[in-house]
């Protein structure tokens, strides 16, 4: 296998998409470091992008091209390394095909020049960050050797390359637009987990047809040898596409086991990741011990503290009316009758999702609605729905109205249903602003 230090050496790469997330400043950083000769580009300008662009100014092999797009960008190069979310339509891409430019994406680079190491990726519209971290939690409690990236925070999974070894296993989270580079590559993971398939970005995506599609590289291209999991919810939808072995994941986890984690949704994702722990043969205690000291993800039904009495949950990344049905169940009374004790924030900018299922829930399972301001909330406000709302300036105003209805024993639940544009910078700020109010309260 040749080595990816002599391959990018000297190699003429446009980026597209810096962002401010980490994971474009990563790519570049590696990249640079390797002699590769880059161009940068982003409809950000450079006042935009000022943190990132601060931390590439060491480098004298790098040109930025901020604020717009170049066509000519996108053919005097070797490859075009395309940032996750940019248009399935973008007329620059389309521009470097017609010039018969490769386009990459950073985590199929990755496994192209992973040297002799599994990969399990993890897919699907809800659950996969859970799964996957609890995966990467059970083998690390089974002294494996163990990298989680892909859709995670702040890791840039080229830079990754640096530190694995013949071995080890790699996790990778992989979003439907980062398994778009999947498909380019003819590629999938050695394990592919495929947790659900609901409506989602459907803003981005012309129909449900496309999504399913970008979802599919997950298992598509898998050889001989290589296992898929399937959700249960899934399963019945993929089962005659795939040529790997199948392994239906099963939701049998032992009563005795005590799950950390809340509702129906978070046991069908740990029965997701014993299933791999078993692929991987682990042994049963030490899937045992990884599951039951796990803990929450962030923005995953993550209970942040307990004030006065009320608990207070952090859901921030349910951004599908699925999700957030998932999260008010999770705290449904096992009382018959009793009514319900969760104040639900919600609220943002719509993505052109079904809202009825989750519209005819909220009367029973929620005690009181705070509104973030949003198109989306907007459109909830004009069906008018009976639902009787209160509504809130910004996210400080909303925590403040949800504290004003809360007594000792109820629980406020942030599970916004909807994006975050518009009023915050990204998904991850809103989830920043969210903690830094509640750890802040008094």
């Not at 012309?206 to 291209?221: C, G, L, N, V």
């Amino acid at each position: 296998m040749r080595g990816y230090k002599e391959y990018f050496k000297g190699k003429k790469i446009t980026i597209m998409g810096l962002g401010l997330l980490g994971k474009g400043l990563g790519d570049a950083r590696f990249l640079a470091e390797y002699g590769a000769q880059l161009t940068i580009t982003d409809r950000k300008t450079r006042e935009q992008l000022a943190s990132s662009v601060a931390l590439l100014k060491k480098y004298k092999n790098i040109k930025f091209v901020l604020g717009k797009h170049e066509f000519e960008d996108f053919e005097n190069c070797d490859f075009v390394l395309k940032a996750q979310g940019v248009p399935l339509d973008s007329p620059y891409i389309a521009h470097a095909r017609m010039h018969h430019i490769p386009i990459r994406m950073d985590d199929e680079l990755f496994v192209e020049f992973a040297p002799n190491v599994t990969i399990i990726g993890v897919t699907g519209t809800r659950g996969k960050t859970t799964t996957a971290t609890l995966v990467h939690h059970i083998l690390k409690v089974a002294k494996r050797r163990t990298h989680l990236a892909g859709n995670i925070r702040g890791v840039a999974t080229l830079e990754l390359l640096k530190k694995i070894k013949t071995g080890d296993i790699v996790v990778l989270e992989l979003s439907s637009w980062q398994l778009q580079g999947f498909h380019d590559a003819k590629i999938s993971p050695h394990i592919a987990v495929f947790t659900n398939f609901m409506d989602d970005h459907m803003n981005y995506y012309p129909s449900r047809k496309e999504y399913f599609f970008d979802k599919s590289a997950i298992y598509k291209y898998q050889k001989k040898g290589d296992i898929t999991i399937l959700g249960e919810q899934v399963a019945k939808k993929v089962l005659q596409r795939i040529s790997a072995q199948i392994i239906p994941s099963k939701n049998d986890i032992p009563k005795s086991w005590k799950i950390p984690l809340p509702g129906e949704h978070n046991r069908e994702n740990v029965a997701l990741a014993v299933a791999v722990a078993r692929a991987l043969t682990i042994p049963l205690p030490l899937i045992k011990k990884g599951v039951e000291s796990f803990k929450a993800v962030e923005g995953r039904l993550e209970l942040l503290r307990t004030y006065k009495g009320i608990k207070i949950y952090n859901d921030n990344n349910s951004t599908t009316p699925e999700a957030t049905i998932a999260a008010l169940k999770a705290f449904e009374s096992k009382v018959k009758g009793q009514k319900s004790n969760v104040i639900l924030i919600m609220g943002g900018a719509d993505k052109g999702l079904d809202m009825k299922p989750l519209i005819r829930m909220l009367p029973k399972y929620t005690k009181e609605i705070i509104l973030l301001p949003g198109t989306g909330s907007e459109k909830l406000k004009a069906k008018n729905y009976n639902l009787k709302p209160v509504f809130a300036k910004d996210l400080k105003d909303a925590v403040s109205k949800a504290l004003a209805v809360a007594k000792k024993g109820d629980i406020i639940l942030f599970s916004p249903t909807f994006a975050s544009f518009g009023l915050f910078v990204n998904e991850y700020d809103r989830n920043d602003q969210f903690v830094k109010i509640i750890k802040g309260l008094k």
